[in-house]
């Protein structure tokens, strides 16, 4: 069935569509169906549940960042069988992003391109509208787990950039479960400078400092790009592991076009932008292989990239991940892509 609704979805702007699909699925579950939509769709089940950096999942398929910028769909996402969300990227200030179009679709390659450039409603509205959230679900079971995804806002300097940081940890500090630190995107410009192990040490080390004076400290990860050379990949690990971080998010989007089926024509007219979906798949898991083992499994990793099912996802787990999120695959697989990778997972926890 979802099949013949990508056909039609297709033939429109991928970022409207987008908008379109959220929206009305919003006015679904507002219509007094949340609860048969989340019958359909969710699978509760007691091999499903995980206990992962402190926190308890329903289960271990999240949605990533990005596609609930400012968690607007937490209801309807945990309504689809997602153990827990990523919002944002969310920036100081709000920020309309890189103009339009900015998101396109590459069929053929079961893959995405974006440059959106940090689009969001800045700090102050998200957490509000996660305030607003957290009180109506306070008497909750299962709790959908939120994570929150902090950037900078493009007119600050790298210079300046750990200060964003700063203010959107302590807005959202009561409103998420864990943070991930966002230095990987390829869309905002000089951002990925801020990857090197001087930058990183003073963002990362400065907000350990500020997470570790609290009462009660949140789970702090780094998203890092797939893009990363062999010694930045080190350099990461060790300062993961010196300034005792909670774990990595392997991968963001690429900037390689390599071994694509779209034309090359195609690609070129598309321009600059991360590139995600299927030909990361490969890249990602052999990201996240090489940072369990050179840890020896003391670093928990979150996986994404190119899971469109529960074999990629059981590949991914079995690498060494100790989560994963989908997006691109959420596209093109439909609505039910949780509970098929749940049934997967579940189906091989019982042999």
Not at 25 to 42: A, D, E, Q, V, Y
Not at 175 to 180: H, K
């Amino acid at each position: 069935m979802y099949k013949l609704i990508r056909k039609v979805l297709f033939l429109f702007d991928a970022e409207a569509v987008h908008h379109f699909a959220m929206q009305s699925f919003k006015l679904l579950c507002h219509s007094g169906l949340k609860n048969i939509i989340s019958t359909r769709f969710t699978i509760n089940d007691k091999k499903l549940e995980k206990d992962f950096l402190g926190l308890h999942f329903n289960n271990p398929v999240g949605l990533a960042a990005g596609f609930d910028k400012n968690a607007l769909y937490l209801n309807e996402l945990q309504a689809l069988g997602f153990g827990f969300v990523e919002i944002g990227t969310v920036t100081p200030l709000p920020q309309k992003g890189n103009d339009r179009p900015r998101l396109f679709r590459l069929p053929a390659d079961k893959a995405l391109i974006n440059r959106m450039g940090f689009n969001n409603d800045g700090v102050k509205a998200v957490a509000h509208r996660l305030r607003d959230w957290n009180l109506k679900t306070l008497k909750q079971s299962n709790k959908l787990i939120i994570g929150g995804n902090i950037g900078k806002n493009k007119a600050t300097s790298n210079e300046e950039a750990w200060k964003d940081y700063e203010i959107c940890f302590r807005e959202l500090f009561d409103c998420v479960d864990y943070f991930v630190v966002n230095v990987s995107s390829p869309n905002t410009p000089g951002l990925r400078e801020l990857q090197e192990k001087d930058s990183l040490r003073k963002i990362l080390g400065y907000l350990q400092t500020i997470n570790q004076a609290q009462p009660n400290p949140k789970p702090l990860l780094l998203k890092i790009a797939p893009d990363l050379t062999q010694t930045q990949i080190d350099d990461v690990i060790d300062l993961a592991m010196e300034i005792k971080l909670d774990g990595l998010v392997a991968a963001n989007t690429t900037i390689s076009r390599d071994n694509l089926q779209t034309p090359a024509k195609r690609i070129t007219s598309i321009g600059n932008g991360g590139l995600s979906g299927k030909p990361l798949t490969k890249r990602s898991t052999e990201l996240v292989n090489y940072i369990h083992h050179r840890t020896k499994g003391t670093i928990p990793i979150i996986a994404s990239g190119g899971i469109f099912n529960g074999n990629d996802a059981l590949e991914k787990l079995n690498n060494g991940a100790g989560l994963v999120q989908v997006w691109t695959g959420f596209i093109y697989e439909g609505p039910a892509l949780a509970k098929k990778i749940c049934q997967t997972l579940l189906s091989h926890s019982s042999n």
